[in-house]
């Protein structure tokens, strides 16, 4: 009898704390409205007359958040019509280009170009060593409203088939 | 001389019998009915067989019978911490029946100890001082009696005994044991929905959330909340000041909807761990505090939240509220 009184006891006790509920929560829910994706570049062409075997640097170029709202992460591709895309600093040849961009805190002057930052034929996403010297403000995360400086370095082909060239640089928020 | 219970009317017994030249004596009347009015009377005879006049006297005898033994008694275990609810059904003045009178008494008895419980004297020695002693009156029998046990030490197992006592002393049996755990506290909250939807806000917005959120304490003892909230996948939570992928989410104990700026970030604001809820001009104070919340006590919760200002997404954002129940 003593142990069946005991178990008895047991059992009414676990199903006493069965009930409770601790801690208990909620979801909270928000969703933005209002904004729109979109970036502006503020220069639309970069025109350079230069040599063949040779690196040419842009000046700064403002790269501006204009959604009204997003945090955006940009990706940057190019196209060419007659040189073929280089794929590191060094990847010149004939008929062959290197562009390399380098997005960073606007107004703090010109960057340091690495094979990370070389553009080629098919969208990269920025990051904070992609298209960037910059760890904490690149083509990465940038806040409604937030400015970037973008820096281009275009290394022309060793030789050239034709001399004249159009190369279109993309920044794409996707 | 003779007795009679109905005034010598129809019953006569004579249990003195005629004796000379009596001039005192005493003599006791045994085996009575008790509880019962008696009738004596007493006469004399001369030499010469005449007869006096009756002298007549009456008296009621008490109560000689005890009440019976309960046999019913039960231990529920109780509401609230540290209780147990005992009842029984009332046994009579006498056995089973009369109504017991002014004067009675419910005696009851515990023990934790399982070796005490089941020996006798352990109980007959506890009757006469019981720890618990209610005093009682114009209950009949079969009357179902309650008492509730409090201040027990919480999860313990209580074996409990009663007797009754009525009002002349006579004591019944020792009752049926019953056996139970006192009541252990139970800490439990409950908040009346499950969501809340700002909708659709542009970024920088400053918004008090719109109906009312009630919080319940459920549990059978006294309660000071705490609160925390998690961030979500895309947002990181400030206390005061939004951001690029940041929201602020603060929370006020208020019986209405508050105006944003009742709302601070050091008082109000909720971060990824839980705070206490603190007294008046603390930690997510209003005209309410989520502080030594009794059981059943209802609290409203309002949130001021702060959107971002800016987002890297505009699917909809959840962020799990959190309230926990500590003891005070």
């Not at chain 1, 639309?44 to 958040?65: C, D, F, M, Q, R």
């Not at chain 1, 340091?112 to 904070?128: E, I, K």
């Amino acid at each position: 009898m003593k142990k069946l009184i005991l178990f008895l006891g047991v059992v009414v006790m676990f199903s006493g704390m069965l009930y409770a509920d601790n801690p208990d929560s909620m979801t909270i829910s928000v969703t933005i409205t209002g904004a729109t994706k979109s970036v502006d570049i503020s220069s639309t062409t970069w025109t350079l007359s230069a040599a063949t075997g040779t690196t040419n640097n842009s000046g700064e170029i403002k790269v501006t958040n204009n959604s009204g709202g997003f945090t955006e992460t940009y990706q940057v591709k190019s196209s060419s019509t007659n040189w073929e895309a280089g794929t590191a600093l060094a990847d010149v040849g004939a008929n062959r280009r290197v562009l390399a961009s380098v997005i960073k805190t606007y107004g703090v002057g010109s960057p340091t170009f690495a094979d990370d930052d070389v553009v080629g034929l098919s969208y990269v996403t920025c990051s904070a060593t992609q298209f960037s010297d910059d760890a904490t403000n690149n083509g990465a995360n940038v806040a409604a409203g937030g400015d970037r400086g973008m820096w281009l370095q275009l290394k022309t082909p060793t030789s050239v088939a034709s001399t004249t060239e159009n190369i279109t640089l993309y920044v794409y928020v996707p | 001389m003779s007795k009679s219970t109905d005034n010598f009317t129809t019953t006569i017994t004579t249990f003195v019998a005629f004796s000379n030249n009596l001039t005192a004596q005493t003599t006791t009347a045994i085996s009575l009915l008790s509880e019962t009015t008696h009738w004596f009377r007493v006469w004399a005879y001369n030499e010469e067989g005449l007869q006096t006049t009756f002298i007549i006297t009456s008296t009621k005898t008490l109560d000689g019978t005890a009440p019976s033994a309960i046999t019913n008694l039960t231990a529920l275990t109780g509401t609230y911490p540290g209780e147990i609810d005992l009842s029984w059904s009332a046994p009579g003045d006498d056995g089973n029946s009369g109504t017991l009178q002014s004067g009675s008494w419910f005696y009851i008895s515990t023990t934790t100890l399982f070796s005490q419980a089941t020996t006798q004297s352990y109980w007959d020695g506890k009757r006469d001082n019981a720890e618990i002693q209610i005093s009682t009156s114009d209950i009949n029998p079969g009357f179902l009696c309650n008492y509730k046990l409090t201040g027990l030490l919480e999860n313990v197992t209580y074996y409990v005994r009663i007797w009754t006592r009525d009002e002349l002393g006579n004591w019944s049996s020792l009752s049926n044991g019953a056996t139970n755990w006192a009541q252990i506290s139970i800490l439990s909250i409950d908040i009346d929905t499950t969501t809340f939807d700002f909708g659709g806000l542009p970024v920088s917005t400053v918004i008090v959330s719109g109906s009312t959120i009630t919080i319940i304490n459920t549990g059978n003892t006294n309660a000071t909340y705490s609160l925390r909230i998690t961030t979500t996948p895309a947002w990181n939570v400030d206390t005061s000041t939004p951001g690029n992928d940041i929201f602020a989410l603060q929370g006020i104990f208020n019986d209405v909807k508050p105006s944003t700026t009742v709302f601070s970030g050091e008082l109000h604001g909720l971060t990824t761990t839980y705070q206490l809820s603190g007294t008046a001009g603390g930690k997510f104070v209003g005209n309410q505090t989520g502080q030594n919340v009794p059981p059943a006590d209802e609290r409203k919760v309002w949130y001021l939240l702060k959107t971002p200002l800016s987002t890297s997404t505009t699917g909809q954002q959840n962020m799990i509220f959190y309230i926990n129940a500590n003891a005070p």
